[in-house]
């Protein structure tokens, strides 16, 4: 059994990188939850359970990060000292910020939800196309700084998302 500072992808055994299999990290994460769960260890007294309850929400942690693409790529890349630090770097590469532009100039305009929607779209595909250079840079160049230019340009993506989604949601009321 990994200690409780092994990293997540030790804890969950699984490959250090990005690209991941769903399937596999959810049959882990409920036979850790099996193996850790408190209830086990009610007969081993007070400070078995305890300890059973930090593996319990350590494994959830680890879970949480593993399953999301964004967590994922900020976990790496923090490992691998590329910190996203997307409070004080804002740097993004420039065609970038001329699609952040346009975005927030068409959302602007929007008036119809089929507008809404087409920036919806294009939002998405944006996400998939940031998800796989991510995965390229991660697992195959292994090029973390420039990984984590990527991730901050996927949290902007991720957020813009959800402001499209609350307008769009906000015109079905």
């Given at each position: 059994?990994?200690?409780?500072?092994?990293?997540?992808?030790?804890?969950?055994?699984?490959?250090?990188?990005?690209?991941?299999?769903?399937?596999?990290?959810?049959?882990?994460?409920?036979?850790?939850?099996?193996?850790?769960?408190?209830?086990?260890?009610?007969?081993?007294?007070?400070?078995?359970?305890?300890?059973?309850?930090?593996?319990?929400?350590?494994?959830?942690?680890?879970?949480?990060?593993?399953?999301?693409?964004?967590?994922?790529?900020?976990?790496?890349?923090?490992?691998?000292?590329?910190?996203?630090?997307?409070?004080?770097?804002?740097?993004?590469?420039?065609?970038?910020?001329?699609?952040?532009?346009?975005?927030?100039?068409?959302?602007?305009?929007?008036?119809?939800?089929?507008?809404?929607?087409?920036?919806?779209?294009?939002?998405?595909?944006?996400?998939?196309?940031?998800?796989?250079?991510?995965?390229?840079?991660?697992?195959?160049?292994k090029d973390f700084a420039a990984a984590a230019n990527q991730v901050r340009a996927l949290m902007f993506?991720?957020?813009?998302?959800?402001?499209?989604?609350?307008?769009?949601?906000?015109?079905?009321?």
């Amino acid at each position: 059994m990994p200690s409780l500072q092994s990293n997540d992808f030790e804890l969950f055994d699984v490959p250090v990188q990005f690209a991941q299999d769903s399937v596999v990290l959810d049959a882990r994460w409920k036979e850790l939850q099996r193996e850790a769960h408190p209830d086990k260890f009610a007969a081993q007294g007070a400070a078995a359970q305890r300890l059973a309850m930090q593996w319990s929400v350590r494994i959830n942690e680890a879970y949480q990060r593993l399953k999301n693409p964004l967590k994922r790529a900020v976990y790496l890349c923090d490992m691998h000292g590329a910190p996203i630090e997307a409070e004080s770097n804002t740097a993004m590469p420039a065609d970038f910020l001329i699609q952040q532009m346009q975005w927030r100039e068409a959302l602007e305009d929007a008036v119809s939800l089929e507008d809404m929607e087409e920036i919806a779209a294009q939002a998405l595909s944006s996400k998939c196309e940031q998800l796989s250079k991510i995965e390229q840079l991660v697992d195959g160049a292994k090029d973390f700084a420039a990984a984590a230019n990527q991730v901050r340009a996927l949290m902007f993506i991720e957020r813009f998302g959800s402001e499209v989604d609350a307008r769009i949601d906000s015109l079905g009321q």
